[in-house]
């Protein structure tokens, strides 16, 4: 496979049905989000923690199919598209390890171990890729499981960056008004 086919020097790039779009529409927009998340998390492993690198992995599998999904106009194809199920594996995790947590009484700020901090980081990008694919799916078709396992995400790595801090030893911070 060629790297370069010079097919986007003009601002305009190929869906999967092979559309031309340009590179600021709003399903670009979405699936590019959905890459720098996907990204970011792959900078993260590994973390010192298995069960958290072997999920962050699963993870990364999942956003290769929200971007395949995205860049997918025709919702009746027979492209990847992410299941219910993903979603339901996700609340397992999140569920998993809020279990592990005491309890949260106030917001807290994002920091802490460097693991922690970059799975809050990488938390934000995936809070904007969810915006870009409510914003994409106010005008067309979009896989609502797909934007419901975006949300679920962001509370993962949440849930995630509280424990990799806990298990480092490092103290939360509440904001303070």
Do not use: C
Request: charged share 30%; aromatic share 6%.
């Amino acid at each position: 496979m060629k790297i370069y086919t010079g097919r986007g020097d003009d601002g305009l790039t190929d869906l999967r049905d092979m559309t031309r779009v340009s590179k600021t529409n709003p399903r670009i927009a979405a699936y590019g989000t959905v890459d720098e998340a996907n990204a970011l998390i792959g900078t993260l492993i590994p973390t010192e923690y298995d069960d958290v690198d072997e999920r962050l992995q699963a993870v990364q599998n999942h956003l290769h199919i929200v971007q395949a999904d995205f860049a997918d106009p025709n919702e009746q194809s027979d492209g990847p598209r992410l299941e219910a199920e993903q979603v339901e594996t996700i609340e397992s995790w999140i569920d998993e390890y809020d279990a592990e947590l005491e309890p949260l009484e106030s917001f807290i700020l994002p920091g802490g171990s460097d693991h922690g901090s970059r799975l809050h980081h990488a938390r934000t990008v995936v809070r904007r890729a969810e915006r870009k694919a409510v914003d994409l799916a106010s005008n067309e078709a979009v896989n609502e499981p797909a934007i419901t396992y975006l949300n679920r995400l962001s509370d993962l790595l949440f849930v995630m960056a509280r424990v990799v801090n806990d298990r480092n030893g490092v103290t939360e911070h509440a904001p303070t008004y």
